[in-house]
């Protein structure tokens, strides 16, 4: 039994041993002789010849490193012969030999130039024994070795010189896998004529540098695009030029009615005057209709700490066939088919209909002449040629702050386009005629809060003084003309409501200032609530 026990053991080890050879050969270490010589061109022509190991191996080539503050420093291995070479890694069937050529090994440095090479290194298996031999185009002037890790300073096993003094010889014994032998051989001065390859290491302080080329050419473009952007706006952009007699005061008061500028209406003059449809000429708009009679605004009755509400009621006999077409647009979104709608539920059912009111506004302005072409189209026009320029700028500054010094113009075409994207604000230019009434507007607003209208005629105030009333809410003057349309007295006494205008129980117009600058806040205030006037 003892002996059977004995000769399964034997044959256990054996089978053991039999099947852990091929991997004890593949992990045996291999001998690499090395023979490098040195062109009058600089490159370096490596030839190795690899034995005592079997099977596929591979070396990882040193292919960069760190030269200084701002570079490293590239080796370029080419025509590699007896191997496959892709990206750094060298592929071999043991045993084999190998030659290729390596760029950027050679340094100037002092009286010398030093070529400085990993010439054995970087193998997945261990190296016995490397041994290297180095000829040039020159008299040795210097040699040294290190053996180890890349940046050991541990000298190799033996480093020496023929005695011609032509041929450097350096032997190691013993690298673990990954480790290098690197060999240094001094040669005369621009013996080769070989210098290191360096490529710039990206930093934000390199890539966006100061200095007069940066900073010369940063100016200068930055004058021309800027520039350009200030003569687009000058050809582009500006109102044409009024004639002298087409400014000053304006009087609307003719034969004791009310005759506003060119026809304008309040809406239309909010638009004139900003170049924007915006809430308050909206608002202006309502009251305007109320005044001219197509509905009635009726305050209604609250208690202390409720909100503020109107009551909008159309008028069944209003004119027919006298809206234009944007207070057509909003007549309709106010009542859509009712008789009457308080302004607490418009935030609502406004929003549908707005964004008409809004086109209307645009196309009026245009129909009137004032504008050659609708002036949030333009605005948007120029503002989204100056986003789409600051994106290119984006793009452009990465691109040069990646792969030049020249980050700094790209912040150029930055500005330029952060100016065109503000400045196209500004781009809608009025015509000869819209400019001209323009100047009737502005010389009609400083009538409104200077003129002296003592002299109206106590029957005629209350219209003419509510025909004001909302170019009054465009020129922001709603407090100074609800106290002049609360002023009217009629018998002596403060009249309870007006026309166009009702108020709750126990009211009168002595209360309308501050129920019209409400009314005026909180209209405008539902109508920027709404999504198409929420931007305003």
Not at 71 to 92: C, F, M, P, Q
Not at 171 to 185: I, K
Not at 209 to 232: C, I, K, Q, R, Y
Not at 378 to 387: C, D, L, Q
């Amino acid at each position: 039994m003892t002996g059977i026990r004995i000769v399964l053991a034997a044959l256990v080890t054996t089978a053991l041993a039999l099947t852990a050879a091929p991997a004890l050969a593949a992990n045996a270490g291999i001998t690499d002789e090395v023979t490098m010589t040195l062109g009058e061109d600089g490159t370096l022509h490596v030839v190795e010849k690899i034995t005592g190991g079997s099977g596929e191996l591979k070396r990882t080539f040193v292919t960069r490193t760190r030269h200084d503050d701002t570079h490293d420093r590239l080796y370029e291995i080419t025509n590699v012969k007896g191997g496959a070479y892709a990206d750094g890694v060298l592929t071999v069937t043991a045993p084999a030999t190998v030659e290729y050529d390596v760029k950027g090994a050679v340094t100037p440095t002092g009286q010398v130039e030093e070529l400085r090479w990993f010439a054995v290194g970087g193998w997945n298996v261990s190296v016995d024994r490397a041994a290297v031999v180095v000829t040039g185009p020159g008299q040795v002037q210097n040699l040294s070795c290190f053996a180890g890790e890349l940046t050991s300073a541990i000298g190799c096993t033996t480093a020496a010189m023929d005695h011609t003094g032509t041929r450097a010889e350096f032997e190691q014994q013993g690298l673990a896998p990954g480790q290098a032998l690197t060999v240094v051989v001094g040669f005369p001065e621009r013996a080769s004529g070989g210098r290191p390859i360096l490529d710039e290491r990206f930093s934000l302080a390199n890539a966006f540098a100061l200095n007069p080329v940066t900073g010369g050419a940063l100016a200068a473009l930055l004058v021309l695009l800027l520039g350009g952007v200030g003569l687009l706006y000058w050809t582009r952009g500006r109102d044409a030029r009024v004639i002298g007699h087409e400014q000053g005061a304006v009087n609307p008061v003719q034969n004791g009615h009310f005759s506003p500028p060119d026809g304008v209406r309040p809406g239309q003059i909010g638009t004139l005057v900003d170049e924007q449809a915006d809430v308050i000429d909206v608002t202006a708009t309502i009251i305007d209709l109320a005044v001219r009679g197509y509905l009635r605004i009726d305050e209604q009755p609250r208690q202390t700490y409720d909100a503020p509400d109107w009551l909008l009621v159309r008028l069944p006999h209003a004119p027919a066939n006298t809206l234009l077409p944007y207070e057509q647009a909003l007549h309709d979104a106010i009542f859509e088919g009712r008789d009457a709608v308080l302004l607490s539920q418009l935030s609502g059912s406004f929003t549908a209909h707005l964004g008409e009111v809004r086109d209307a506004l645009y196309a009026d302005v245009v129909r009137q002449g004032w504008f050659a072409r609708r002036p949030d189209a333009e605005r948007t026009r120029w503002t989204t040629i100056g986003i789409v320029l600051m994106v290119a700028g984006v793009l452009a500054t990465a691109a040069l702050a990646w792969f030049t010094s020249y980050g700094l113009l790209g912040l150029a075409v930055i500005i330029a386009g952060g100016a065109l994207a503000v400045g196209g604000q500004y781009m809608p230019a009025k015509t000869a005629k819209g400019a001209a009434a323009l100047a009737h507007t502005l010389g009609f607003r400083e009538f409104l809060f200077s003129a002296d209208l003592g002299n109206v005629p106590e029957k005629d105030r209350v219209e003419l003084f509510s025909r004001y009333l909302p170019y009054a809410v465009i020129f922001d003057g709603v407090e100074h003309w609800s106290r002049l349309v609360a002023s009217v007295t009629g018998n002596g006494q403060q009249a309870d409501n007006l026309y166009w205008y009702h108020g709750p129980a126990e009211w009168d117009l002595s209360k309308f200032a501050g129920s019209m600058r409400t009314f005026t806040t909180t209209t405008s205030g539902a109508i920027s609530a709404t999504r198409q006037f929420r931007t305003f």
